[in-house]
């Protein structure tokens, strides 16, 4: 049985259009459309995930810096700016690191490029005591801050501050990042959209690396835009041998069939490997609803994962989840198969690690964005609170959002 045919089934509408197509005697499909299409709904299910570890870090935490939030209205009664600090805030990806502790890329700070000038861009270094069945705090320590900087003057247009180069939410928005071998970062952003080399201190290497054929309408240069705000790299997988990138849009071009394309780009040769952006290596399909993705990792040479989300949060949020891919299995029409790995809306919480007194756990954020796999058993999610906005736990618009970092076991991802 192709499985091709079964994933296109995802849907009653896919499944008549599937079986028109890939059969030869439509008179005798009646009883294979039900097979197949019960069989679909079942590899549509995936097994609930368990939480196996809780750690929060509270939304009103800050780091000494310069006043922050000057150009943003009070909300859940935090009322800016924030004198002479900065929020830790804004997780957009997340990276393990040595010892029990992990790298927490923030993203420009604010939301938009006019509202962000005074808020620095930065990669924190964090160590959550996970809250397990078998103890722990449940806290999270931030130990190291890295500022972003350009002070070889990389980056091809003016930045806020002309003095230091230190890099602002006004800059660039950084949204995913992987480290080389060599202990550098490369880091994918959404305002040119490019791909951005630093050291380990932070320092810009080299100038943006941009595709032909993209340019945000953020893009601080005189490029048409292709693509829609805030629409830029969210994802970005390396392969296991650290030769390949793989970054991936947002949203999708304008005037192109709806999809998210998936790029290359050489490490070694520091190109990407498509000719033009209208040339992606692959293509993903969101579900319906579905307004964006949060994160992409492969665990294999071809193996990976990618977070879907709606734009909705806490209550009214009904698109948050996990699903499997790989590059070698591809639908009738070109895009990568998705299986459905975790509904993050619905998680098996036996322990009751969150301490709400429920044996049911949900992860409603509006924004998920940090995705690691720890094992074959068990990844960790972290989500983009966006401090002062986030209400997903708190629907009396008095709380903003903790930062939360989970552990789930999942289903085996390999043998």
Same mark, same amino acid.
């Given at each position: 049985m192709n499985s091709r045919i079964i994933?296109?089934?995802?849907? !009653? +509408?896919?499944?008549?259009?599937? +079986?028109?197509?890939?059969?030869?005697?439509?008179?005798?499909?009646?009883?294979r459309w039900l097979i197949l299409l019960l069989l679909s709904q079942t590899t549509a299910i995936s097994q609930a995930a368990t939480l196996i570890g809780f750690a929060?870090?509270?939304?009103?935490t800050f780091t000494p810096g310069p006043s922050s939030g000057q150009l943003i209205e009070a909300s859940n009664e935090r009322q800016p700016p924030f004198k002479d600090q900065q !929020?830790?805030?804004g997780f957009s990806a997340l990276l393990i690191g040595e010892n029990g502790s992990y790298f927490a890329l923030s993203d420009n700070g604010f939301g938009r490029r006019d509202n962000s000038f005074d808020y620095l861009l930065s990669i924190y270094q964090i160590v959550p005591d996970f809250r397990t069945a078998n103890g722990g705090t449940g806290n999270i320590q931030v130990t190291e801050i890295t500022h972003l900087s350009d002070p070889q003057h990389h980056l091809p247009?003016?930045?806020i501050h002309k003095a230091s180069r230190q890099l602002t939410g006004a800059d660039l928005d950084p949204e995913s990042f992987r480290r080389a071998a060599d202990g550098s970062f490369w880091i994918g952003e959404e305002f040119? !959209?490019?791909?951005?080399?630093?050291? *380990?201190?932070? *320092?810009?290497?080299?100038?943006?690396?941009?595709?032909?054929?993209?340019?945000?309408?953020?893009?601080?240069s005189d490029e048409p835009a292709t693509l829609p705000r805030s629409r830029g790299f969210e994802g970005m997988a390396i392969s296991p041998d650290g030769k390949w990138l793989y970054p991936m849009l947002e949203g999708g071009l304008k005037d192109t069939e709806a999809g998210l394309n998936i790029y290359t780009f050489d490490l070694e040769q520091q190109v990407f490997f498509n000719n033009h952006a209208n040339q992606p290596s692959y293509r993903y399909r969101l579900d319906n609803g579905a307004t964006a993705i949060g994160d992409f990792t492969l665990y294999s040479k071809t193996q990976g994962l990618v977070i879907e989300r709606d734009s909705k949060q806490g209550e009214n949020a009904l698109i948050k989840k996990i699903y499997k891919v790989d590059f070698k299995q591809l639908d009738a029409d070109g895009f990568l198969i998705k299986t459905l790995l975790v509904d993050l809306l619905e998680i098996k919480d036996p322990h009751d690690l969150n301490r709400d007194g429920e044996s049911q756990f949900s992860f409603p954020f509006w924004t998920i964005e940090g995705l690691v796999v720890l094992n074959r058993t068990t990844v960790g999610i972290v989500?983009?609170?966006?401090? !002062?906005f986030g209400q997903a736990r708190d629907n009396s618009n008095t709380q903003p959002d903790n930062n939360e970092f989970i552990l789930l076991e999942i289903t085996p991802l390999w043998d």
């Amino acid at each position: 049985m192709n499985s091709r045919i079964i994933y296109s089934l995802t849907s !009653p +509408l896919r499944t008549a259009k599937s +079986l028109s197509k890939h059969s030869k005697r439509p008179g005798r499909n009646t009883l294979r459309w039900l097979i197949l299409l019960l069989l679909s709904q079942t590899t549509a299910i995936s097994q609930a995930a368990t939480l196996i570890g809780f750690a929060t870090l509270p939304a009103d935490t800050f780091t000494p810096g310069p006043s922050s939030g000057q150009l943003i209205e009070a909300s859940n009664e935090r009322q800016p700016p924030f004198k002479d600090q900065q !929020p830790v805030q804004g997780f957009s990806a997340l990276l393990i690191g040595e010892n029990g502790s992990y790298f927490a890329l923030s993203d420009n700070g604010f939301g938009r490029r006019d509202n962000s000038f005074d808020y620095l861009l930065s990669i924190y270094q964090i160590v959550p005591d996970f809250r397990t069945a078998n103890g722990g705090t449940g806290n999270i320590q931030v130990t190291e801050i890295t500022h972003l900087s350009d002070p070889q003057h990389h980056l091809p247009y003016p930045v806020i501050h002309k003095a230091s180069r230190q890099l602002t939410g006004a800059d660039l928005d950084p949204e995913s990042f992987r480290r080389a071998a060599d202990g550098s970062f490369w880091i994918g952003e959404e305002f040119n !959209p490019s791909l951005l080399h630093l050291n *380990t201190k932070g *320092t810009l290497l080299a100038p943006p690396f941009k595709l032909d054929g993209l340019a945000s309408v953020d893009n601080p240069s005189d490029e048409p835009a292709t693509l829609p705000r805030s629409r830029g790299f969210e994802g970005m997988a390396i392969s296991p041998d650290g030769k390949w990138l793989y970054p991936m849009l947002e949203g999708g071009l304008k005037d192109t069939e709806a999809g998210l394309n998936i790029y290359t780009f050489d490490l070694e040769q520091q190109v990407f490997f498509n000719n033009h952006a209208n040339q992606p290596s692959y293509r993903y399909r969101l579900d319906n609803g579905a307004t964006a993705i949060g994160d992409f990792t492969l665990y294999s040479k071809t193996q990976g994962l990618v977070i879907e989300r709606d734009s909705k949060q806490g209550e009214n949020a009904l698109i948050k989840k996990i699903y499997k891919v790989d590059f070698k299995q591809l639908d009738a029409d070109g895009f990568l198969i998705k299986t459905l790995l975790v509904d993050l809306l619905e998680i098996k919480d036996p322990h009751d690690l969150n301490r709400d007194g429920e044996s049911q756990f949900s992860f409603p954020f509006w924004t998920i964005e940090g995705l690691v796999v720890l094992n074959r058993t068990t990844v960790g999610i972290v989500n983009d609170n966006n401090y !002062p906005f986030g209400q997903a736990r708190d629907n009396s618009n008095t709380q903003p959002d903790n930062n939360e970092f989970i552990l789930l076991e999942i289903t085996p991802l390999w043998d």
